[in-house]
């Protein structure tokens, strides 16, 4: 597609139950990014993929947060036993990570809203 | 610890006015900046970006100045329209990471 793609964009579940999120990104872009983002603050890193491998995982709250992505496109960031502090707004990027040139602009999706009751 | 942050939680202005959104940074390590907007119920889009060995940078009717001295970053828009009201952050590249990090944002409100 032509942007980064969420899904779903609203998801309620009650504390204690398995969910996950999905992420498209940009075609042919080989850096993948996913952030958390409360209410009145900014994105908070949670994990970077380059290619199939999370290069980057220092930001995942705690082993309860997993994410894939398996064929070095689509991810799926997991949360198990959910807990009511995870709901935020998940955001995922993707990026041409382009050094050469020192631009890294990363093209979000519109997010993935998670209520946990 | 080391942050991107940003002055002013919310800015009001007047259609047609000028605005300036301020942002400090505290880590002398970052070489990248970039400027985001982020419209209620979107993901952030990208504004405009900046390299440290730049101090300034002009786009269509945005302007992001850079002050490495006191670690300062700015982003001007003239002539605001009802259209840019929306939460603007600065986010820094730190040395070589692949990873921005986001301060928490300004929230800007233009009045017709």
């Known amino acids: 597609g032509a942007g980064v793609s969420q899904t779903p964009s609203n998801k309620v579940t009650e504390k204690g139950k398995y969910v996950e999120l999905r992420c498209d990104p940009i075609s042919g872009h080989t850096a993948l990014y996913w952030y958390r983002q409360s209410l009145g603050q900014g994105p908070e890193f949670l994990i970077y993929?380059?290619?199939?491998?999370?290069?980057?995982d220092s930001g995942l709250p705690n082993d309860r947060f997993f994410a894939v992505r398996p064929e070095g496109s689509v991810s799926t960031l997991k949360i198990q036993r959910t807990e009511r502090g995870d709901s935020a707004v998940y955001l995922c990027?993707?990026?041409?990570?382009?050094?050469?040139?020192?631009?890294?602009?990363?093209?979000f999706g519109a997010g993935s809203r998670l209520t946990v009751l | 610890g080391e942050s991107v942050g940003l002055h002013l939680p919310t800015l009001s202005v007047q259609e047609g006015d000028n605005s300036i959104i301020n942002c400090a940074y505290s880590n002398s390590a970052s070489d990248y900046f970039i400027w985001y907007k982020q419209e209620s119920g979107k993901g952030p889009q990208f504004i405009i970006d900046?390299?440290?060995?730049?101090d300034k940078r002009q786009g269509q009717r945005v302007t992001v100045l850079l002050n490495k001295t006191v670690k300062h970053l700015s982003l001007q828009i003239a002539a605001t329209q009802p259209g840019d009201s929306a939460v603007y952050f600065c986010a820094e590249n730190i040395g070589r990471s692949y990873i921005p990090t986001f301060g928490r944002g300004t929230s800007l409100i233009v009045h017709p």
């Open positions: 993929f380059q290619g199939t491998g999370a290069a980057d």
């Open positions: 900046i390299r440290s060995n730049m």
């Open positions: 990027a993707s990026s041409l990570t382009v050094w050469r040139s020192g631009a890294n602009v990363l093209t």
